[in-house]
């Protein structure tokens, strides 16, 4: 079975977020979180060992920039690695409307209003009032939609914006709740949905400076909370199991650094 550990205590930093530019001011604001990210990989793995000796040696922002390092010249998901696009002003009619907070689920557009310290709201319901607008939103669909449309045009807004919007999300969505839950952010099939769209934005951009080094770390600090509520809150059966089991199995394989990869490959077979 796969069991991955559920890490809690949080700093209180969604309630005054602004953009974190580095790697340092990350491991400020959650030091509990990067040193969890730590015990949860197989330092001993090969081409690790630059990140294990910062860790041994207490230097845990040399740490995260070893472990950065080594992603940029890995093999992981090498079928999502992309070459960068010309840079260019070309525009997309739908990556547009997502720079403007504009939404589109179930053929209902509406604006994502933002909350006060300048986050998107994602609890936001649409503009019918229901969960079902929210659980799309927090799918991260949007974020293909945006990598698409700058490897089309090259235009640095639409990677810039996926950039914006995962830390909006990593910080808001704190605290993770670890129980089974069916709330905006944590119910079974969007954390599945989000997970995989997560592997190809992070892949996808691997090359690029648009997804910067410090959002790069904040989504490696949530992966163990994606996999531990894909095994151990999933469905009992059925397609959404299907679907839970699937992202389980891609984030597993995308980042077997973690302990529990191999662990979360069997399960979900």
Not at 89 to 115: C, G, H, M
Request: hydrophobic residues 40%.
């Amino acid at each position: 079975m796969c069991v991955m550990i559920v890490f809690s205590p949080e700093l209180s930093a969604q309630q005054r977020w602004q953009k974190i530019k580095t790697i340092e001011e990350v491991y400020s604001l959650y030091p509990e979180r990067v040193n969890h990210l730590f015990q949860s990989l197989d330092l001993d793995r090969e081409g690790l060992q630059p990140v294990k000796d910062a860790v041994n040696k207490g230097q845990v922002v040399d740490a995260c920039n070893a472990l950065l390092a080594y992603y940029r010249t890995s093999n992981n998901a090498k079928y999502l690695h992309r070459a960068q696009p010309r840079p260019s002003n070309k525009v997309d009619s739908k990556a547009d409307s997502i720079t403007r907070d504009l939404f589109v689920y179930y053929e209902l557009a509406d604006q994502v209003p933002r909350i006060s310290n300048g986050q998107l709201d994602w609890t936001h319901q649409g503009p019918d009032n229901d969960i079902e607008w929210a659980w799309g939103l927090n799918r991260h669909g949007h974020l293909d939609i945006l990598l698409e449309a700058y490897q089309k045009t090259g235009n640095r807004s639409y990677a810039m914006t996926i950039d914006d919007h995962l830390q909006h999300w990593v910080t808001a969505s704190l605290p993770y709740p670890g129980v089974k839950s069916s709330t905006a952010q944590w119910r079974g099939l969007e954390v599945a949905l989000r997970a995989k769209n997560w592997v190809r934005v992070f892949y996808g951009l691997l090359n690029s400076d648009y997804l910067t080094p410090a959002t790069r770390l904040m989504m490696l600090t949530r992966l163990p909370d994606h996999t531990h509520y894909m095994s151990n809150f999933h469905a009992p059966a059925g397609n959404w199991l299907t679907m839970e089991m699937s992202g389980l199995a891609m984030v597993a394989t995308a980042w077997p650094e973690f302990k529990q990869s191999r662990d979360c490959v069997a399960y979900a077979k």
